[in-house]
């Protein structure tokens, strides 16, 4: 907490979906919750026995797309070898009484992001990062045309173990599944609300927000100033065409989003130019964080609009983005029971203590 902070107690809820809250507690003396380790990377280039090091392509399941080509590849997609989710199986659920299942058909597979095996994302060359996303993008496109029951790809990528990752070697991960993943289909259902009510998304509304509002509430009776209100302060990266934000009600302490600042639903629909924009704040947000908390455990994920039948109406009210989530402790019972977060630094400090770094 920095010097002048005031201590915030408060219990905020998501503006996207209002179920989802968050106690900010930033008061001195706060017992802090347990630290999540940092990791120590490895920052070899190469390490012979890693699966996903050059030379060793015969050690993992075959090659789906390789980028530029299989031989001089710099990002490489494989089946995963221990997929979550799968090929059609000939013996169908029963369903029975209240014991519901849906099949788990659906792929999985492993993109290696880089050839080099301990580079870091803030590490990797801007042009590398717009790759890597453009070949996220040309794989989902594929995934989507291939099967009409695919409703949903997800693309993630977990840094280090308590994030979930198993191979050092930087990777990140498809699934493709015939449902809409709970967190998504909660963003899409009251964006759609937002959307019926005040005929805007309500991303673009909260970027038009971060990027225009102040306010100062006064106290009523005394007229003394409570609090003053400088949305700009959630803006932690800004490009030509993307914004990296830190939400008013983060359930993790760092989380930052970074989404296009002009309305887009469907992350597929984004262009070549538009990746150039979003890997450069993509990367200065990274590095950010490497400078704030460098090390830290974290997960990213894709947002984008959902395919088929549930989401035809989604367009104008659902805008993707990307949510980046460090893991720097560890959940309490408290917030496992609870479902209600626990931030003992608030949103807008953080963002301060961000926005503070001075790269280049
Ligand atoms: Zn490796
Ligand atoms: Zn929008
Ligand atoms: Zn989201």
Known sequence: MSENEETVREIRINPIVPSESVLVATARGMRPRDAEERMDRNAEAHVDRCPFCTGNEEKTPPTILAVPDEKDWQIRIVENLYPVLGDDR????INFGLQQAIEGYGRHEVIIDHSNHGIAIHEMEVSHLQTLFQTYRARMKQLYDSDERLQYVLVFK????????????????????????????????????????????????????????????????????RRRIDVGQYVVERGEKFIAIKPFASRYEWEVHILPLQHQSDFINSTDEDMADFASVLKRTMNRLDHVIGGAQYNFFLHSQPHGETCADCPPSYHWHLEICPRTSIPTGFELGSGLFVSTISPEDAAAQLRAVSLD
């Open 158 to 225: 977990n840094f280090g173990a308590a994030a979930g990752a198993s191979i050092k070697h930087t990777h990140s991960q498809i699934i493709a599944m015939p449902v809409v993943p709970e967190n998504v289909y909660n963003e899409i259902m009251h964006s759609r609300n937002y959307y019926q009510k005040h005929h805007q998304c309500i991303f673009c509304a909260m970027i038009d927000e971060a990027l225009t509002f102040e306010a100062t509430i006064y106290d009523r009776n005394s007229g003394a100033i």
């Open 90 to 93: 000939s013996d169908s659920g």
